[in-house]
């Protein structure tokens, strides 16, 4: 038995990225950019393992990262296969990766925000950090600790704003990719992924618009019009009248003598023509 969402509470997917990019190509370039994230954890796991120090949430964070790289590096092959089963395989493994990182980004907010005490002491994991902090210029500043507290506590209170500020945009603008890879996977199931690229509107070239401001396509229809054939005029030389004509022509097409036949004269002239050409010879 399969649960299945109402259809008024079902979301339709996205067509494209903001307007601007279609599905695919934003999806591959924003998995660049996480595949990018993913890399800064084995740069941390090789830093705990040579003795840098750190926590154990710390280690379980770069492990994982290294884990979550294969499978991103998988998912971009997905993705640019067009691949609707494995795009949709890929989808839940990325909203299950968003979801592991919001619990170790939440761990280490309170931390930060509420654990550690922000007074201005020099704080270092390691021996190499302690030598780097010695070997610093300025690293003992003549202050007393309640000048100390007090500078530190104003940075601080400056920074957090933004910091909280950046954390929630980089949570939401995950959830949107995420978004976007269910939306992909969607249209590759359903075979609509094409016909969303062609119900995009068309970008104007630049040529066009430079042309048309500087007024060629006008000059290239007056070309059109000049190399146009005009409309063929009946041979007015030698009459005063364009209208038809009554002729006695005795038994034409079963008519009998003197019956009044009407003629116009375009079509006199040019049956003439036709029959000069048959004779091979030319017309008078």
Request: aromatic fraction near 14%.
């Amino acid at each position: 038995m399969r649960l299945m969402l109402r259809p008024e509470w079902r979301l339709w997917p996205l067509s494209s990225c903001l307007g601007i990019l279609d599905l695919k190509t934003a999806v591959s370039v924003a998995l660049f950019f996480v595949v990018f994230n993913k890399v800064a954890g084995v740069y941390g796991l090789i830093a705990l393992l040579t003795g840098a120090g750190g926590s154990f949430s710390q280690l379980s964070l770069y492990v994982y990262s290294v884990l979550a790289l294969v499978a991103f590096v998988w998912g971009i092959k997905a993705v640019k296969e067009e691949d609707p089963q494995k795009t949709l395989y890929f989808a839940h493994l990325f909203f299950a990766d968003h979801m592991f990182s919001t619990a170790w980004t939440v761990y280490f907010f309170v931390v930060w925000w509420f654990q550690t005490p922000h007074d201005g002491q020099q704080s270092a994991n390691s021996p190499a950090q302690i030598e780097i902090i010695d070997g610093t210029e300025h690293s003992k500043i003549p202050m007393t600790d309640q000048e100390r507290v007090a500078a530190a506590q104003g940075i601080w209170n400056h920074e957090k704003d933004r910091a909280a500020a950046f954390i929630i945009l980089s949570w939401l603008v995950k959830i949107y990719l995420a978004l976007l890879i269910y939306s992909y996977a969607s249209h590759l199931r359903k075979g609509t992924y094409r016909s969303s690229l062609r119900n995009r509107a068309p970008v104007p070239a630049m040529n066009d618009t430079y042309e048309s401001a500087l007024g060629y396509p006008e000059e290239d229809e007056a070309l059109e019009d000049i190399y146009r054939f005009p409309p063929r005029t009946p041979n007015t030389a030698n009459t005063t009248s364009d209208t038809p004509r009554k002729y006695k022509v005795p038994g034409l097409n079963g008519h009998s003598a003197g019956e009044h036949v009407i003629f116009d004269q375009g079509e006199q002239y040019a049956s003439s023509s036709r029959s000069h050409a048959r004779d091979g010879s030319l017309p008078r």
